[in-house]
């Protein structure tokens, strides 16, 4: 999913678009040297900066559930299941690109967002699925943040016990209160105006992934030396040390894990809005920077998932670095898991802020009169005179305190990840960039090309399904034993 939660970069388009119009009008000469065809400031991104770009938006906290993954299939499917994923991820990416231009592929009208793709090429019930879709897993991944970061600080504390008291001591500590004080920190947070425009946001999100990616990959590999060999086996975790029905649901749920990693679809065209007027076209482009960050990612994860099962075998840890398959040095993991909440901090803003603006307009066109909903007040405490909304304080909190309740009662990393991964792979990353290539291209129903899209679009539907009820298996097992707001973990 847009792990990094790239900025959305036509937020600042948007602010600047009535100037850019004005200007662009002054003269065609002027227009083309500062501007491009739809009036907005030249583009002059290129193929290695939207790789960049797609790197940086992809590796992420998926990361770091790689290796338990790889452990529940093993070394034959594991690596074969991330690179069909890599390839599938790829391919849909590619039809995506050419929607980025509707009709003509160097000279059609502009989609600035997967939205406005969805919405220029398909129509009815389907749009507002796909916004439903939307905004749902904005919901789920704010929840899924929220307990990633949790667990982070929850295994800095618990590091440092294990340092003190020695490894014997469990350091038993619950979760609850991180949560709370993550949750708190997202309240004020969500009231700062435009807080995913900040320019140096998206550059701190990317030093903070590749950080503990990084981390987590040299530990790795630190223990496969320790241990002098390879663990694993060529078919996964054995059954025995989980029942047969655990084995497949773990397995399932492994897909999942697996597609989360790979989760960026909704950013790409955002991205491709980068790069600059064609020759040769922006799709032409994009997809040969699908290719360069598609292949790298993937190299990476396979490195990061594959090294975690080197090291710990069937006993990989669900999060690499909070389910203390390292405990040295301590400091190591600390500063790891640090990046991860300095990370997700920023990125579940940044991931929300189309939802909280979304609501916000909505119900500023209902009801325009209400002083509650659309009147500011002024702040003469903040020096850059801050003006706050009653509505944006009480909604936004709203949510942040919701999504922090859900995640005290459903605290499973891996199980929430599996469950995003599932049900944001097959509609956003698979069945509307396939409808709206076949849409853009015109290909004819029932032809040799429509049946090819229509199976692929079946099979990962079947993934996805599959996948979820891995997942909800895993939950439900895990409620069995889980005692909410519990004080200790």
Partial sequence: ???????????????????????????????????????????????????????????????????????????????AVMLLFSLVTYYTSALLSDCYRSGDETTGKRNYTYMDAVNANLSG????????????????????????????????????????????????????PYMIIFGVAQIFFSQIPDFDQISWLSILAAIMSFTYSTIGLGLGIVQVVANRGVKGSLTGISIGVVTPMDKVW?????????????????????????????????????????????????????????????????????????????????????????????????????????????????????????????????????????????????????????TTVVSMLLPFFNDVVGFLGAIGFWPLTVYFPVEMYIVQKKIPKWSSQWVCLQLLSLGCLIITIASAAGSIAGIMSDLKVYKPFSTTD
Avoid at 125 to 146: D, E, H, R, S, W
Avoid at 273 to 291: G, N
């Fill in 250 to 402: 773990r397995s399932l749920q492994a897909f999942g894990d697996i597609a989360f990693a790979y989760s960026y679809s909704l950013i790409l065209i955002e991205i491709q809005d980068t790069i600059r007027a064609p020759p040769p076209s922006e799709s032409k482009v994009m997809r040969r920077a699908t290719v360069v960050s598609v292949a790298t990612t993937t190299l990476f994860y396979m490195l990061c998932g594959c090294m975690g099962y080197a090291a710990f075998g069937d006993n990989a840890p669900g999060n690499l670095l909070t389910g203390f398959g390292f405990y040295e040095p301590f400091w190591l993991l600390d500063i790891a898991n640090a990046a991860i909440v300095v990370h997700l901090v920023g990125a579940y803003q940044v991931y929300c802020q189309p939802l909280f603006a979304f609501v916000e307009k909505w119900a500023q066109q209902r009801w325009p009169e209400s002083r509650f909903i659309t009147g500011e007040i002024q702040l003469p405490v903040v020096s850059c005179g801050f003006k706050l909304n009653l509505f944006r304080l009480t909604w936004r909190s709203v949510f942040v305190v919701a």
């Fill in 125 to 176: 019930i389907k749009v507002q699925i796909c916004g439903f879709l939307q905004y749902a897993n904005i919901v789920g991944v704010a929840i899924g943040y929220t307990i990633a970061a949790s667990i982070s600080m929850l295994a800095i504390k618990r590091a440092n016990c294990f340092h003190v008291e020695g490894h014997v001591n469990p350091c038993h500590i619950s979760s609850t």
């Fill in 1 to 79: 999913m847009g792990e990094n939660g790239t900025v959305g970069k036509q937020h600042y388009y948007q602010g600047a678009a009535a100037m850019e119009v004005a200007s662009a009008e002054q003269g065609h000469t002027a227009a083309s040297k500062c501007f491009d065809d739809d009036g907005r400031l030249k583009r002059t991104g290129t193929m290695w900066t939207a790789s960049a770009h797609i790197i940086t938006a992809v590796i992420g906290s998926g990361v770091l559930s790689l290796a338990w993954a790889i452990a529940q299939l093993g070394w034959v499917a594991g690596p």
